[in-house]
């Protein structure tokens, strides 16, 4: 076998390697994302009180609920808190959004899942990079320690897909 295609099958391989690795972590995500609510231990957790106010239909109208894709995701130097997300929103223009979740979640996890952000919100400056918009998130207490879940949906959802 020539020098050349045993590089070639060298590659191969490891790409095998690598596709089968990251199959193998899509399918323990899948698992635990799919995991049925009678298998989840609940014991102990509590949630907020529900708020007093309505709010009219109108209003809620008015919050743009989308589906975004992580393309990319750090840590904001000199933040303890802080997490940079790169989303595609589907306009074809990257959105970035910061988040005070570095607390529960490492960078990496994130990449490429898909999450539900509010978008229509006045873009905000913190540690000097302007956020434009929302990830949504879930809170609630578990044996009084605070948990944070961040609202993943299906994969299959298009980047920009309405959420209503």
């Given amino acids: 076998m020539s020098e050349t295609a045993n590089e070639e099958l060298n590659q191969v391989t490891e790409n095998d390697a690598d596709t089968t690795s990251a199959e193998q972590k899509l399918e323990e995500d899948a698992k635990e994302f799919f995991t049925p609510n009678d298998k989840i231990d609940f014991d102990g957790v509590t949630v907020e009180d529900f708020l007093p106010d309505q709010v009219d239909f109108d209003t809620f ?19 303890k808190k802080l ?4 989303l595609d929103d589907g306009t074809g223009e990257d959105r970035i959004i910061l988040s005070g979740i570095h607390k529960y979640y490492e960078p990496e996890e994130l990449v490429g899942k898909t999450l539900v952000a509010i978008v229509n919100l006045p873009a905000r400056n913190m540690m000097g990079i302007d956020s434009c918009g929302m990830i949504i998130s879930a809170v609630n207490e578990r044996d009084g320690k605070e948990e944070l879940h961040v609202l993943m949906v299906d994969n299959h959802i298009p980047a920009g897909a309405k959420l209503c």
Avoid: I, M, Q, Y
Wanted: contains cysteine.
């Fill in 61 to 79: 109208c008015k919050s743009d609920f989308r589906a975004v894709k992580v393309k990319a995701c750090e840590a904001v130097p000199k933040s």
């Fill in 83 to 86: 997490l940079k997300f790169t």
